[in-house]
């Protein structure tokens, strides 16, 4: 069993950087992923890390996941931030998947808020 808490959501200006948190309550050593979801739109891949990250390629250059296993943290570091990134952002997890379908990942957080404003 895994329970997620994200935290660090925020209002900030484009071109700013955010780190959204994610704190693990349960086995560190899972898959890990970020996903967001725009108003009006469908819930979408953001990035995943078990050996090594993948990205999706909207975000590929700007956003930094990592992990800190000591505090039972995950972290998306978002740098260079657009209008578009508008979302709420959800941490999931995963017992071994790391991929990219939001259907496989068995843990969600609640979610955390990003605003960009232009």
């Known amino acids: 069993q895994v329970d997620l808490v994200e935290s660090g959501g925020g209002t900030v200006q484009t071109g700013g950087s955010l780190r959204l948190s994610c704190k693990v309550n349960g086995r560190i050593d899972y898959a890990m992923a970020w996903f967001r979801q725009a108003a009006g739109e469908e819930r979408e891949f953001v990035a995943s890390?078990?050996?090594?990250?993948y990205y999706a390629d909207s975000v590929k250059g700007r956003f930094t996941i990592s992990r800190d296993n000591a505090k039972s943290t995950v972290y998306l570091q978002m740098n260079s931030l657009k209008v578009e990134d508008t979302a709420v952002y959800f941490c999931?997890?995963?017992?071994?998947?790391?991929?990219?379908?939001?259907?496989?990942?068995?843990?969600w957080g609640q979610g955390t808020r990003v605003t960009v404003a232009s």
């Open positions: 890390l078990r050996w090594s990250p």
């Open positions: 999931a997890a995963h017992e071994y998947y790391s991929g990219a379908r939001q259907s496989q990942y068995a843990y």
